[in-house]
């Protein structure tokens, strides 16, 4: 048996999504949703049922949810398809799908506190001084229309999470929103909240945003489906372009299992919600505070009250991340050292060094994220292997003096 202890990753496909998704992949529900016919029909409804749920979970209508090909998809298109196009800033601790997209698109980012969470008077600095009060006279330095102020550029977009996907911190969002609507009134919110449907009532966490991202699979449904939702009238530029599906705001055809897949787990853990964070937060507790007792020096990320209920995050001083989750893949407990990467190239976290964790506690960081599927086991395995496999670390280095060879591409990251 395995302890799988990796959900922020993905977790476990609820049956009542499966279920959903195999009706629709037999007949009739297999149709195409933008056809003519009775077959097209059925599935365009499963779209439209979808688009409800989707719709009163996060407190919108339904003509405002998108449907994507996933979280990232999701991320991309509130940056990407930005309209007006001007000036984006987004926290330094976005998940990688929104700062590349921000990157891409010369974006700037707004650093952190040292618990993780975004620093409200870098914020304000970034968007610079407010509009003036359409009926206060010009002042001299102000010529009529302008904005007083330093923001070079107005911003169009500001991109904070709801809640981070490698610590589980969960942001000041409602203070983010004051801030911009104040100093950039024109400016979108936009958050990435792939993290937080399981733990935080969705549409309370993202009140006033006016786009939000989810992601299926992070919350019971499959992988490749997500959300945008997109309220308060905001525009949109098209960034997919094909058949005008999503009223022209995503093209393509529809992943309808996959679809009726994220509603019905949607709404299972619009239901569950509750119960879920009482048990898994104390789960979660249990392991937090067993390791922290029984690894030395091991030291938690950001303050336990300001996180989901799913994620326990350590940094682990004298071990690397990569050596401690292949270990505790050999004991049978699935763990991540935080962020996944690609290139399989070891790296210290983005999100750490935002945060100013030292780099020698950040090459030690260990994400262990619970869900619905957790058990008291899960805890007792990895309460048991943790301390096993960094002990075991710690005196093969000891053992063995690490010689580092400064290699340019490490000292480059
Ligand atoms: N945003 C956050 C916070 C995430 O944790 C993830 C996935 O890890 C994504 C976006 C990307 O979502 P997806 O895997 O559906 O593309």
Known sequence: MVAYLDHAATTPIRPEARRAMLALMSEPGFGNPSGAHSVARAARRAVEDAREVVAAALGAEPSQVVFTGGGTESDNLAVAGRSPRGHILCSAVEHDAVLESVRAAGGTTVGVNPEGQVDLDDLKRALGAEPAPAAAPPTPAAPPGSARGSAPTPASLVSVMTANNETGVVQPLDRVIGITRRKAPAALVHTDAVQAVNWLDPAAATAGADLVSISAHKFGGPQG????????????????????????????????????????????????????????GDLRDRLADGLLASVPGAVETGRREDKVAGICHLCIPGVESEALVFLLDQAGVCASAGSACASGATQVSHVLRAMGVPEELARGALRLSLGWTTTEEDVDAALEAVPAAVARLRSSAAAVPAVRAPSPARSAR
Do not use: F, M, P, Y
Request: glycine letters at 14%; charged letters at 20%.
């Open 225 to 280: 489906v997500g959300a945008l939702v997109v309220r308060n009238a905001a525009d949109l530029d098209v960034t997919v372009h094909g058949g005008g599906q999503e009223a022209g705001r995503r093209s393509g055809t529809h992943n309808v299992a996959g679809i009726a897949g994220l509603a019905a787990a949607l709404a299972v853990v619009q239901e569950d919600r509750e119960a879920l964070v009482k048990r898994v």
